[in-house]
């Protein structure tokens, strides 16, 4: 297993390296071209380091029918087909390079989600540092493999999806070339429910199937984002928007500005603080060793006097003797007068 991946140019993911924050702008630019570019830029000022967007028609997704199958039951997307919704919701494919070039003008990574073949071949003229394969996409197994075969950093959510449908994904990644494959835990409900996320499985499904893990998160606030981070994802995905009162097919469960900013900073100050394993004084703490405990006289002592319980204490601050040789104090003479207050010392011993 890799520990660490390389995204782009100076920019890694896994041991030792920050989490990748990626705003999910989806549905959320309302087909405005004008406020995906706004959103770009606002992700970019709110410390995401990603973009992404998904790249699909009607047309690849589904077809323009009325029939039961196609018909929506959902309390927010209901009352209309799914051809109707998709509709609503895509990114027209003209802007894609355009939004690639407002996004490098940003200094902010864009990539973006592929449904199909044709949605692979353009993300690839613009050259994109990786390629995200949706939950709803993980058993089209033929994707995959073409996703893979351009031997870029793959991530995949994996809601909904079992073991072996997961294994099965990952040997197709495998198989068809990708060498560097990112899992995101994730539930595929909108709004997800946090106590149905089960963040532990990431740790899991790192060590099960040898690769990064991350979360595509689709509860609503931050909490659950942050604490993905706390325990160790290499990417967390969230879906954003410059207000929830904008209705978007995705509004209702994406973060505003502001969370995305705590979001952002949180997770670099929890990468930080995960740190490595290590013992013994940080850099910080030397300062401070001074006052930890040791031995000292606590009553003014005459020469020949023995030292008891009653004028050796062990106390703060650290000048004197360590407190673990008390025992082997007590009972013993002082060699001169000693003062209330001095630091215990071999050459004080009659």
């Keep these: 297993m890799k520990s660490e991946i390389r995204i782009t140019k100076g920019r890694f993911i896994g041991k ?18 004008n406020s995906a570019v706004r959103l770009i830029r606002k992700a970019k000022s709110c410390g995401a380091d990603a973009v992404k967007f998904q790249a699909y028609t009607p047309d690849t997704l589904t077809i323009d029918s009325d029939r039961k199958h196609f018909r929506i039951r959902h309390p927010r997307w209901g009352r209309q087909t799914l051809y109707q919704l998709y509709k609503k919701a895509y990114t027209p494919r003209p802007w894609f ?3 690639k070039k407002a996004a490098d003008d940003a200094g902010i990574m864009f990539f973006a989600t592929a ?12 050259d994109v540092p990786l390629h995200k394969i949706a939950s709803f996409e993980l058993v089209d197994l033929p994707l995959i493999e073409y996703a893979a075969k351009t031997k870029k950093p793959l991530i995949m959510s994996v809601g909904m999806a ?29 709004p997800a429910a946090p106590e149905e996320i089960n963040l532990n499985t990431m740790a899991d499904m790192r060590d099960r199937f040898r690769c990064l893990t991350g979360l595509s998160d689709h509860s609503l606030g931050i909490n659950v984002s942050l604490a993905a981070a706390s325990l160790g994802a290499s990417v967390i995905e969230k879906h954003f928007i410059m207000s929830r009162k904008i209705k978007t097919p995705d509004s209702f469960f994406s973060i505003e500005p502001e969370e995305l900013r705590t979001l952002a900073s949180g997770v670099k100050e929890i990468g930080k603080a995960l740190g490595k394993v290590h013992y013994g004084l940080t850099e910080g703490e030397r300062k401070s060793r001074v ?11 005459k020469k020949g006097e023995l030292f008891t319980e009653g004028n050796v204490r062990s106390i703060r601050p650290a000048h004197g003797m360590h407190p673990r040789e008390l025992g082997a104090v007590l009972g013993r003479t002082a060699a001169r007068d000693i003062k209330k207050g001095t630091p215990l010392a071999s050459r004080l011993f009659g």
């Design 16 to 33: 030792g390296h920050p989490c990748l924050v990626i705003a999910e702008i989806s549905a959320n630019h309302g087909q405005d071209f």
């Design 97 to 99: 390079r355009k939004l």
């Design 115 to 126: 449904f199909d073949k044709s949605s692979v071949d353009m993300l690839e003229e613009l």
């Design 162 to 190: 079992a073991r072996n449908e997961i294994k099965e994904a990952l040997d197709a990644a495998r198989g068809a070339g990708a060498r560097d494959i990112v899992l995101l835990k994730c539930v595929s409900d909108y």
């Design 291 to 301: 006052f930890r405990r040791s031995l000292f006289v606590v009553k003014d002592m």
